[in-house]
T-cell receptor
Framework: GDSVTQMEGPVTLSEEAFLTINCTYTATGYPSLFWYVQYPGEGLQLLLKATKADDKGSNKGFEATYRKETTSFHLEKGSVQVSDSAVYFCAPEEYNFNKFYFGSGTKLNVKP | DVKVTQSSRYLVKRTGEKVFLECVQDMDHENMFWYRQDPGLGLRLIYFSYDVKMKEKGDIPEGYSVSREKKERFSLILESASTNQTSMYLC?????????????FGPGTRLTVT
């Protein structure tokens, strides 16, 4: 069945550092790929998405590129801020079906 | 803005009690979902619904049931709460079942069963 493997956390960085959170998936067909973010005390919200191979999703300085050949969707940001401290979830969507497979989440702590 | 609300942020129940968690969305979405979130396990799908009175089992439906009598409301029921159901419960909704739509999440209900 479909599944997703996400980099384990917590990840602790200093402000303005470069961030990468790795995500790989196995899927039948060609899923759409999503990153969600959960700030403390809140539900999840969409960060970015990509719906086909080589698409790049971007939002709030974060980027991720749909790599079909490596079945990966790594999240990157060039310069993190304290306000980026949150838990990040990689979530492939079952092909043509609005059902997600969530990774275990990666907690990011950004220190001033 | 889409809003998904959940009836309680925190709930404490005793073992064996029947527990109702309510979720309401205000954007006429077709799909609604219930997840539980546990440390190290991420989100796991309990049940979902693609239409009124329709429901389908997710990955971990045992010990739970759901009800969707109106399009905007999706209830999760713990028939007889147990301590291993202590968790954070998240409700979500999305526009259609054709794929590629983001899910909108409520703030979550932290349930403790003692």
């Amino acid at each position: 069945g479909d599944s997703v493997t996400q980099m384990e956390g917590p990840v602790t960085l200093s402000e303005e550092a470069f961030l990468t959170i790795n995500c790989t998936y196995t899927a039948t067909g060609y899923p759409s790929l999503f990153w969600y973010v959960q700030y403390p005390g809140e539900g999840l919200q969409l960060l970015l998405k990509a719906t086909k191979a080589d698409d790049k999703g971007s939002n709030k300085g974060f980027e991720a590129t749909y790599r079909k050949e490596t079945t990966s969707f790594h999240l990157e940001k060039g310069s993190v801020q304290v306000s980026d401290s949150a838990v990040y979830f990689c979530a492939p969507e079952e092909y043509n079906f609005n059902k997600f497979y969530f990774g275990s989440g990666t907690k990011l702590n950004v220190k001033p | 803005d889409v809003k998904v609300t959940q009836s309680s942020r925190y709930l404490v129940k005793r073992t064996g009690e029947k527990v109702f968690l309510e979720c309401v969305q205000d954007m006429d979405h077709e799909n609604m979902f219930w997840y539980r979130q546990d440390p190290g396990l991420g989100l796991r799908l309990i049940y979902f619904s693609y239409d009124v009175k329709m429901k389908e089992k997710g990955d971990i439906p045992e010990g739970y049931s759901v009800s969707r009598e109106k399009k905007e409301r999706f209830s999760l029921i713990l028939e007889s709460a147990s301590t291993n159901q202590t968790s954070m419960y998240l409700c979500a909704s999305s526009l259609s079942s054709g794929g590629r739509d983001e899910q909108y999440f409520g703030p979550g209900t932290r349930l403790t069963v003692t």
